[in-house]
Protein backbone atom coordinates (compact mmCIF):
# COMPACT_ATOMS: atom_id res chain seq x y z
CA UNK A 1 0.00 0.00 0.00
CA UNK A 2 1.49 3.32 -0.86
CA UNK A 3 0.16 6.27 1.27
CA UNK A 4 1.48 9.94 0.14
CA UNK A 5 0.34 12.28 2.46
CA UNK A 6 0.90 15.92 0.70
CA UNK A 7 2.51 18.26 3.31
CA UNK A 8 0.74 21.60 3.82
CA UNK A 9 2.10 23.86 0.93
CA UNK A 10 3.24 27.58 1.08
CA UNK A 11 2.43 28.48 -2.05
CA UNK A 12 -0.62 28.20 -4.42
CA UNK A 13 -1.45 29.78 -7.47
CA UNK A 14 -2.51 32.94 -5.93
CA UNK A 15 1.06 33.52 -5.24
CA UNK A 16 3.07 36.09 -7.77
CA UNK A 17 6.12 35.93 -6.06
CA UNK A 18 8.69 34.63 -4.41
CA UNK A 19 12.44 35.00 -2.53
CA UNK A 20 14.46 32.45 -2.38
CA UNK A 21 18.05 30.98 -2.52
CA UNK A 22 19.40 29.74 -5.71
CA UNK A 23 20.24 25.40 -5.18
CA UNK A 24 20.39 24.61 -8.74
CA UNK A 25 20.43 26.04 -12.24
CA UNK A 26 20.22 24.71 -15.77
CA UNK A 27 20.70 27.43 -19.28
CA UNK A 28 19.32 25.56 -22.41
CA UNK A 29 18.99 28.18 -25.88
CA UNK A 30 15.97 29.51 -24.73
CA UNK A 31 15.33 28.37 -21.13
CA UNK A 32 16.43 29.12 -17.87
CA UNK A 33 15.35 26.51 -15.13
CA UNK A 34 15.93 27.29 -11.25
CA UNK A 35 15.65 25.45 -8.28
CA UNK A 36 14.94 27.40 -5.62
CA UNK A 37 14.34 26.72 -1.79
CA UNK A 38 12.30 29.60 -0.21
CA UNK A 39 9.00 29.30 1.97
CA UNK A 40 9.65 25.73 0.24
CA UNK A 41 11.17 23.68 -3.10
CA UNK A 42 10.28 25.73 -6.38
CA UNK A 43 10.93 24.69 -9.67
CA UNK A 44 12.07 28.18 -11.78
CA UNK A 45 11.51 28.30 -15.62
CA UNK A 46 12.66 31.62 -17.32
CA UNK A 47 12.25 32.20 -20.76
CA UNK A 48 14.86 34.05 -22.42
CA UNK A 49 13.53 37.18 -25.22
CA UNK A 50 16.95 37.17 -26.64
CA UNK A 51 20.35 36.15 -27.05
CA UNK A 52 21.76 39.51 -25.23
CA UNK A 53 19.12 38.06 -22.51
CA UNK A 54 21.12 34.37 -22.18
CA UNK A 55 23.91 36.74 -22.31
CA UNK A 56 23.26 38.64 -19.16
CA UNK A 57 21.65 35.93 -16.95
CA UNK A 58 24.79 33.41 -17.58
CA UNK A 59 26.68 36.11 -16.13
CA UNK A 60 24.67 37.08 -13.36
CA UNK A 61 23.38 33.41 -12.24
CA UNK A 62 24.98 31.28 -9.35
CA UNK A 63 24.57 29.07 -6.67
CA UNK A 64 23.41 30.05 -3.73
CA UNK A 65 22.30 33.74 -4.45
CA UNK A 66 19.52 34.83 -2.87
CA UNK A 67 16.71 36.52 -5.85
CA UNK A 68 12.94 37.30 -5.86
CA UNK A 69 10.68 35.85 -9.05
CA UNK A 70 7.79 37.17 -10.04
CA UNK A 71 5.50 34.96 -12.22
CA UNK A 72 3.11 32.80 -11.67
CA UNK A 73 3.00 29.61 -10.37
CA UNK A 74 0.80 26.18 -11.32
CA UNK A 75 1.07 22.95 -9.67
CA UNK A 76 3.32 20.04 -11.21
CA UNK A 77 0.89 18.00 -13.64
CA UNK A 78 1.17 14.03 -13.75
CA UNK A 79 2.24 12.34 -16.58
CA UNK A 80 -0.17 12.01 -19.60
CA UNK A 81 1.38 8.67 -21.76
CA UNK A 82 1.02 5.62 -19.54
CA UNK A 83 4.64 3.99 -18.82
CA UNK A 84 6.53 7.23 -19.88
CA UNK A 85 8.77 9.39 -16.96
CA UNK A 86 6.51 11.03 -14.58
CA UNK A 87 7.97 14.27 -13.60
CA UNK A 88 5.31 14.82 -11.11
CA UNK A 89 6.84 11.55 -9.06
CA UNK A 90 10.26 12.54 -9.69
CA UNK A 91 9.35 16.30 -8.40
CA UNK A 92 7.04 15.08 -5.27
CA UNK A 93 10.35 12.34 -4.20
CA UNK A 94 12.59 15.77 -4.29
CA UNK A 95 9.77 17.76 -1.97
CA UNK A 96 8.63 19.90 -5.04
CA UNK A 97 5.18 20.40 -6.18
CA UNK A 98 4.91 23.64 -7.65
CA UNK A 99 6.52 25.57 -10.91
CA UNK A 100 6.46 29.10 -11.61
CA UNK A 101 6.89 30.90 -14.65
CA UNK A 102 9.03 33.70 -14.15
CA UNK A 103 8.73 37.32 -16.12
CA UNK A 104 11.17 38.72 -13.67
CA UNK A 105 14.25 37.05 -11.74
CA UNK A 106 15.96 40.00 -9.79
CA UNK A 107 19.57 39.46 -7.51
CA UNK A 108 18.68 40.35 -3.56
CA UNK A 109 21.98 38.87 -2.39
CA UNK A 110 25.13 37.81 -3.29
CA UNK A 111 26.09 34.20 -2.06
CA UNK A 112 27.78 33.11 0.78
CA UNK A 113 31.38 31.94 1.50
CA UNK A 114 30.44 28.14 0.99
CA UNK A 115 28.80 29.03 -2.69
CA UNK A 116 31.61 31.56 -3.28
CA UNK A 117 34.04 28.41 -3.42
CA UNK A 118 31.46 26.01 -5.30
CA UNK A 119 31.01 29.27 -8.08
CA UNK A 120 34.80 29.73 -8.11
CA UNK A 121 35.64 26.09 -8.85
CA UNK A 122 32.57 25.60 -11.60
CA UNK A 123 34.16 28.53 -13.54
CA UNK A 124 37.26 26.90 -13.34
CA UNK A 125 35.99 23.33 -14.60
CA UNK A 126 33.47 25.01 -17.15
CA UNK A 127 37.07 25.86 -19.24
CA UNK A 128 38.43 22.63 -19.32
CA UNK A 129 38.01 19.90 -22.05
CA UNK A 130 36.82 17.03 -19.37
CA UNK A 131 34.23 19.80 -17.77
CA UNK A 132 31.42 17.25 -16.96
CA UNK A 133 33.70 14.64 -15.49
CA UNK A 134 35.36 17.61 -13.22
CA UNK A 135 32.38 19.16 -11.92
CA UNK A 136 30.76 15.30 -11.05
CA UNK A 137 33.75 14.74 -9.40
CA UNK A 138 34.35 18.28 -7.68
CA UNK A 139 31.09 19.77 -6.76
CA UNK A 140 28.48 16.63 -7.56
CA UNK A 141 27.11 17.99 -10.54
CA UNK A 142 26.01 15.28 -12.87
CA UNK A 143 23.94 16.88 -15.32
CA UNK A 144 26.51 16.79 -17.79
CA UNK A 145 27.44 13.19 -17.87
CA UNK A 146 25.26 10.81 -20.51
CA UNK A 147 23.26 7.59 -18.78
CA UNK A 148 26.03 5.02 -19.64
CA UNK A 149 28.87 7.03 -18.11
CA UNK A 150 26.31 7.10 -14.73
CA UNK A 151 25.42 3.97 -15.06
CA UNK A 152 29.52 2.37 -15.39
CA UNK A 153 29.85 4.74 -11.89
CA UNK A 154 27.62 2.75 -10.53
CA UNK A 155 28.28 -0.47 -11.81
CA UNK A 156 32.01 -0.04 -10.50
CA UNK A 157 30.70 0.78 -7.03
CA UNK A 158 31.96 3.94 -7.37
CA UNK A 159 29.10 6.50 -7.91
CA UNK A 160 29.63 8.01 -4.16
CA UNK A 161 32.59 9.83 -5.47
CA UNK A 162 30.39 12.10 -7.47
CA UNK A 163 28.26 13.03 -4.03
CA UNK A 164 30.40 13.04 -1.03
CA UNK A 165 34.06 13.23 -2.22
CA UNK A 166 33.35 16.22 -4.56
CA UNK A 167 32.70 18.63 -1.85
CA UNK A 168 36.18 17.46 0.28
CA UNK A 169 38.04 17.80 -3.48
CA UNK A 170 36.38 21.21 -3.91
CA UNK A 171 36.78 22.72 -0.39
CA UNK A 172 40.82 20.92 -0.96
CA UNK A 173 41.45 22.86 -4.16
CA UNK A 174 39.77 26.35 -3.24
CA UNK A 175 42.05 25.96 -0.48
CA UNK A 176 45.09 25.33 -2.35
CA UNK A 177 44.04 28.33 -4.66
CA UNK A 178 44.28 30.81 -2.23
CA UNK A 179 47.57 29.94 0.16
CA UNK A 180 49.10 29.10 -3.53
CA UNK A 181 48.29 33.08 -4.45
CA UNK A 182 49.05 34.86 -1.68
CA UNK A 183 52.67 33.34 -1.25
CA UNK A 184 53.40 34.47 -5.12
Not at 85 to 102: D, L, V
Not at 131 to 144: F, H, Q, R, W
Not at 162 to 175: E, T, Y
Amino acid sequence: MNIFVKPKLKYSENTTSITGKIISYKFTDELLTLEVKGKEKIIIKYYFHSTKDISKYKKMIKYGQEILVRGSISDISSSIIPGTFNYQKYAKHKHIYHIMKASNVEILKKENLLYKMKNFLLDIASQKENKDYILALCLGIKDGLDYSTKSTFQQNGISHLLAVSGLHIGIIIFLINIFTKKSI
